[in-house]
């Protein structure tokens, strides 16, 4: 299966897809090499502090609820979603 759709390719700069890319092997990583870790999602951090906004991305496996349960750990942390 692949990890991005092909339309993702026509829409996202390189510098995007080297940073998904690069966050997509981190998770893998920990499935093959961190067997700790296997279930912990991993998140990049982006601050565009001159647009009012930060961007997170996270990598981990999909299931039902997934994007609630994210929202409402950002909630629970005091972030303005």
Request: no cysteine; aromatic share 12%.
């Given at each position: 299966?692949?990890?991005?759709?092909?339309?993702?390719?026509q829409v996202h700069s390189a510098k995007e897809i080297l940073t998904d890319l690069t966050?997509?092997?981190r998770f893998m990583?920990?499935?093959l090499?961190?067997?700790?870790?296997?279930?912990?999602?991993?998140?990049i951090w982006h601050n565009e502090a001159d647009r009012?906004?930060?961007s997170a991305k996270v990598s981990t496996w999909d299931?039902?609820?997934l994007f609630s349960k994210i929202a409402g750990s950002f909630t629970a942390s005091g972030i303005n979603i």
């Open positions: 299966m692949p990890v991005f759709p092909s339309r993702y390719f966050l997509a092997h990583h920990h499935q090499a961190e067997e700790e870790k296997a279930l912990e999602p991993v998140l009012g906004y930060t299931r039902a609820g």
